[in-house]
């Protein structure tokens, strides 16, 4: 029997046995895990009269959810049909472009599941299920399509960079730009040393090639730490000190500078420069790319005008491809480290400007449009970088060593956190607390890990033996896939447990929360 309630404008959906024993199904595990992965449409919706009584909600998904699921599935075979026509065997059953397909789907589905039951955050899944499927043998990449593989991986850079450019809020860096400074540049530079000195010791990597892990190593991962931070803020948690915007703000400058730092040391290692020209062009490749990132910010406030009924696509496309242009004009002209700051720069400006014509920093239509592409690029991202894997060719003795070079600096990180917290109007706990928050790796190492084994592979030199190069860059992929594994989840974990027990509670945003949580107790009983 179907209850179909009417409750202040939301159709709830709720299935009732024929014995009334609706209660105890409720609280059953397998109903709250069905509740979990087919969450309840607030909006009225239309649904044929035979779908409740065939697929009660929540055992199956709503009738819009299957309609939007089969969408994408019909879709899915509409484009490989076209492709198979246009392409031919790239697409077929054995075709390279078909598996690389078939990888992202069922790393995003394999992500999505790993979400629901775990709770821990989906790009876990997805590595783990490009590792698998390289060890498998269920996916291959000549060198034809390892060029694809290399440019969606800098494309999903490019929208990790411009989200992190976005989510700057100027009135926050002027506010508190000291503690920004403090929490988001002092743990990573000790990080990035203690990385670079025992893994120069402990794995045998030259010292500019420790430097270069070092550097990506270091970043957090806005991927794990944004959402964690998102659901603490809408509980309450920390907001009467800023807390969570105070991390956003220092978790982006965290990531620009570790992304701007490894491109740096990359460019010089595969330089063919004079090493004094290098030298120089570090620095200066930081002052061109916040020159002119933020002077193409500052025009993507102007043109196009606010008033265009086509603002949001057009400002969407001046930043994302902006943002292409900087990194790969940059790559080819030998100043790398310029494309990810101009990228950063560019975000930030024009959020700052636009938030000047009434839209929010983070909340404005253009960042909504980033956050959907990058609903479609972490499954790429992070499925690629673990097909890059296999596991019968890594080095044992580097997998241990890397998991104590790792433990070891997340440990000794925490404990600087912790130290160089003074002055920011924070006590003991709130400290622990943002030590704990930096544990976690994801993005930043997914998207760098194989830039340098890429390089070798395409036959570009930094100074050593081919032998030993390829070496060390497969140590540098194997720390960084071994990096997110390890730090992933034990920093959303972190963050999820120790956010309320050490973070103070706003007492108005508990209420409503409190508030809110009645209301849907009550609409799902009914």
Not at 321 to 326: C, E, T, V
Not at 330 to 355: N, T
Not at 442 to 453: C, D, R, S, Y
Not at 491 to 497: F, N, S, T, V
Request: charged content about 10%; proline content about 4%.
């Amino acid at each position: 029997m179907e209850s179909n309630i009417q409750t202040t404008g939301v159709r709830v959906y709720t299935f009732i046995d024929e014995n009334n024993h609706d209660k105890e199904g409720q609280t059953s595990w397998w109903y709250q895990f069905c509740l979990r992965c087919h969450q309840a449409d607030p909006t009225p919706s239309w649904q044929p009269s035979w779908w409740a009584k065939m697929f009660p909600f929540p055992i199956f998904p709503t009738f819009r959810q299957s309609a939007q699921q089969l969408c994408i599935i019909l879709f899915f075979f509409l484009v490989w049909g076209i492709l198979y026509a246009e392409i031919g065997e790239a697409v077929s059953l054995n075709g390279e472009l078909l598996s690389m397909t078939i990888l992202v789907i069922a790393a995003y589905l394999i992500g999505w599941i790993w979400l629901k039951i775990t709770t821990l955050p989906a790009l876990i899944g997805m590595l783990l299920t490009g590792i698998m499927f390289q060890n498998l043998h269920l996916v291959h990449m000549t060198d034809e399509y390892r060029k694809l593989n290399q440019d969606l991986r800098k494309i999903a850079l490019v929208i990790i960079l411009t989200r992190a450019g976005l989510g700057l809020d100027a009135g926050v860096l002027k506010k508190h730009y000291i503690a920004v400074l403090q929490i988001g540049l002092i743990p990573w530079l000790v990080e990035c040393v203690a990385i670079s000195v025992t893994t120069h010791f402990l794995l045998g990597l030259p010292w500019i090639w420790a430097f270069l892990l070092g550097s990506m190593i270091a970043s957090v991962s806005p991927a794990v730490v944004v959402p964690c931070l998102f659901r603490l803020r809408d509980a309450g948690f920390g907001v009467s000190k800023g807390i969570p915007t105070l991390l956003l703000a220092a978790a982006a400058i965290d990531d620009s500078i570790s992304v701007a730092v490894f491109a740096i040391i990359l460019n010089a290692m595969f330089s063919t420069g004079s090493m004094t020209f290098n030298i120089i062009k570090g620095p200066l490749s930081i002052i061109v790319g916040v020159v002119l990132g933020s002077l193409w910010g500052a025009f993507a406030s102007i043109i196009p005008e606010r008033g265009d009924v086509y603002v949001v696509p057009l400002r969407f496309l001046a930043l994302f491809l902006g943002g292409l242009f900087s990194l790969f004009i940059s790559s080819l002209i030998g100043w790398s480290g310029a494309g990810p700051l101009a990228i950063v720069s560019s975000g930030f400006i024009a959020a700052y400007y636009w938030d000047k014509q009434g839209w929010p920093v983070n909340k404005n239509p253009v960042s909504n449009l980033f956050r959907i592409l990058w609903i479609f690029f972490e499954p790429i991202l992070f499925a690629f970088t673990g097909a890059q894997i296999t596991v019968s060719a890594l080095d044992p003795q580097v997998i241990a060593m890397g998991a104590v070079c790792l433990v070891s600096c997340l440990l000794l990180r925490v404990i600087a956190t912790f130290l160089i917290s003074f002055g920011c109007g924070l006590n003991n706990k709130e400290k622990l607390f943002i030590g704990l928050t930096w544990l976690a790796k994801a993005t930043v190492q997914a998207a760098l890990g194989p830039a340098a084994l890429d390089l070798v592979h395409n036959g570009q030199t930094a100074g050593n033996s081919s032998v030993d190069e390829e070496r060390y860059a497969k140590a540098i992929l194997a720390v960084s896939v071994l990096s997110v594994v390890i730090s992933a989840p034990i920093g959303a974990i972190l963050i999820a447990l120790a956010g309320p027990r050490l973070l103070s509670r706003d007492s108005q945003v508990q209420d409503i929360s409190i508030e809110n949580e009645n209301k849907t107790i009550r609409n799902t009983s009914l």
